[in-house]
Structure formats: structure tokens, C-alpha cells
């Protein structure tokens, strides 16, 4: 079972750089989300989505953009990287509301 | 605003000596709390999910329980593979989207 997979697993960009990380699911969930971890705190909510064409902001959406053309798949866009963006990004999906939702293994992203 | 808390920040046990971990949360009226359990390197793998007071989980080594302000996650007779970062998220009934709040979680190691 793949589940949900993130592309790509490492990358480094320059700050003022742009790129999108690809999340891909699996399951035929309705729900998806992008998180980022930081060290010393929880996960955080950048951006969601409740199904094909639609999208939300979450907690710290500044500096992200996003898009879910395919139901099974979430983009996350950065247009114009800076250093605070630093992080690992993580995309998870759900059935339904109140059903867990299942991460990815990340995309460890670093802006110099 | 919902806020969790997980405690110990960090736990070290010798193999066999049970313990446990300690979600306290503040949401306006709870949807559901789940446990996660994250290796190194790894997304967050789900554990449990508990949507009311009095409501218990058992897998294996782990056991989670739920009261109106907090959940505890059992750990009976650990072994080294149990050593990880348990996470604790919580959604509020008042979520539209699903929302997760996330603690900083428990990093647990287990020496032989």
C-alpha cells in the first residue's frame, strides 16, 4: 500500500527560488492537508483542501500557495522561497472529518 | 484558543519499566483526539483515535485513555523498537475542515 507519497524527499533552493512539492494519495480521500514541523513545536497547518478544486488556508498560509486539480493529488507552491520557510513539509489525507488522517514521509526542504 | 500540551517532553525508560504519556488539551467541545507515533526520518503514524470521556484504545505495549481534559498514553513493559515521538492532536467539533491541533510531542527512549 502506498498510501500518500511526497516528491521529492530532499531539496535545497536559494532564497527568491520558486518550487512546488507534489503530494500524491492513494485512498480516494476526499480530505488533504499540508503541514510543517519545525523543531520545538507541533505540527502546523499551512493549507487544506475538502475535495477536487478546492482549497483552504490554515494556520500559516503566508508565502504558500496550493492547488488540487485531481482528487488524489495536492500541490504545495512556493513562489519566492526565504530561509524562514526552512522546514519539513508534510501532506496527510482523510476519509471524513473526524477520521485520522495518514502523512506522508516529507520533503525536507532547505533555503539558503 | 484550543491549545495541547504534551508531557514529559522527554521520557527515557529502562526495557520493561512502564510509564506514561500526557495530553492535556483546551478546545471548545471535542471531536476527536488522536495519537501518533513518529520515527526519525518519518511522517507521523497513526495509533488511536478517541472521540469521548471514559473511552480506552489498546494496541499491543500501548494503551490510550481519554478524560474531559486530557489523554494519557500507557506504556506497558516497553521495549527499544516502542523509542519514538508520540504526538497527541486534537479536533475541535466546531472544525469544519477537519483541523488537527498538534502538540510538541514525547520523545521516548527505551534502553535495553
Known amino acids: 500500500n502506498a498510501g500518500v507519497t511526497q516528491t521529492p524527499k530532499f531539496r535545497v533552493l536559494k532564497t527568491g527560488q520558486s518550487m512546488t512539492l507534489l503530494c500524491a494519495q492513494d485512498?480516494?480521500?476526499?480530505?488533504m492537508y499540508w503541514y510543517r514541523q519545525d523543531p520545538g513545536m507541533g505540527l502546523r497547518l499551512i493549507h487544506y483542501?475538502?475535495?477536487?478544486?478546492?482549497?483552504a488556508k490554515g494556520e500559516v498560509p503566508d508565502g504558500y500557495n496550493v492547488s488540487r486539480l485531481k482528487k488524489q493529488n495536492f500541490l504545495l507552491g512556493l513562489e519566492s522561497a526565504a530561509p524562514s520557510q526552512t522546514s519539513v513539509y508534510f501532506c496527510?489525507?482523510?476519509?471524513?472529518?473526524?477520521?485520522?488522517?495518514?502523512f506522508g514521509d516529507g520533503t525536507r526542504l532547505s533555503i539558503l | 484558543e484550543d491549545q495541547v500540551t504534551q508531557s514529559p517532553e522527554a521520557l527515557r525508560l529502562q526495557e520493561g519499566e512502564s510509564s506514561s504519556l500526557n495530553c492535556s488539551y483546551t478546545?471548545?467541545?471535542?471531536?476527536?483526539l488522536f495519537w501518533y507515533r513518529q520515527d526519525p526520518g518519518k511522517g507521523p503514524e497513526f495509533l488511536f483515535t478517541?472521540?469521548?470521556a471514559g473511552e480506552e484504545k489498546e494496541k499491543e505495549r500501548l494503551k490510550a485513555t481519554l478524560t474531559k481534559k486530557e489523554s494519557f498514553l500507557h506504556i506497558t513493559a516497553p521495549k527499544p523498537e516502542d523509542s519514538a515521538t508520540y504526538l497527541c492532536?486534537?479536533?475541535?467539533?466546531?472544525?469544519?475542515?477537519?483541523?488537527?491541533?498538534f502538540g510538541r510531542g514525547t520523545q521516548l527512549t527505551v534502553w535495553p
Open positions: 483542501s475538502v475535495g477536487e478544486g478546492t482549497t
Open positions: 478546545v471548545s467541545g471535542l471531536r476527536g
Open positions: 478517541l472521540y469521548s
Open positions: 492532536a486534537v479536533q475541535a467539533r466546531g472544525s469544519t475542515l477537519g483541523r488537527l491541533y
Open positions: 496527510a489525507s482523510s476519509s471524513a472529518l473526524n477520521q485520522p488522517q495518514h
Open positions: 485512498m480516494n480521500h476526499e480530505y
